[in-house]
């Protein structure tokens, strides 16, 4: 199940690519994909309306791809977390995980304008892969964390 939100820029729908490669539409479930919609079982609620054929087909084409997360609370990143990219970038692998912040405006859809500040000179472009951690946490030791 893939999770797609449909529509102009802060008018997205929630939708569905199911297995079957159909476009479903998942507005009877959820307003949108935003944290309270993970925290609360949403992703459990989704995947019983649509193994119960209960999400009607939507044709999607010509029509923007958002963020398939509406207003996250925060972007925690990862830099240089492999070795490839540290070393096309001229860098040295860094002995432990290099941790920044995106604000939470910067996340676009796939095929949406990326804006580039002013001046900018050291703009980088890659392949991102999110994860969203559907419940409140804090001080998790190894093992629970692993549970998670």
């Not at 044709?59 to 990219?85: E, F, M």
């Not at 995106?102 to 949406?112: E, L, M, Q, Y």
């Not at 472009?125 to 409140?136: F, R, Y």
């Amino acid at each position: 199940m893939r999770l797609l939100r449909i529509g102009a820029a802060g008018s997205e729908r929630p939708c569905v690519l199911s297995t079957g490669g159909s476009d479903l539409d998942a507005s009877s479930v959820c307003d949108d994909y935003t944290p309270d919609f993970f925290a609360s079982g949403g992703l459990v609620r989704l995947e019983e309306a649509l193994s119960a054929g209960d999400l009607p087909e939507v044709d999607v084409s010509g029509q923007r791809t958002g963020a398939c997360i509406a207003r996250p609370h925060k972007i925690i990143c990862i830099g240089l977390n492999y070795a490839d990219h540290a070393a096309e970038s001229g860098l040295a692998e860094p002995p432990e995980p290099v941790v920044f912040f995106k604000a939470t405006n910067t996340i676009v859809g796939p095929h949406d304008d990326v804006r580039i500040p002013r001046g900018s000179t050291k703009t980088d472009w890659e392949v991102e892969l999110g994860v969203v951690i559907g419940a409140q946490a804090r001080y998790l030791d190894d093992e629970a964390a692993a549970q998670a």
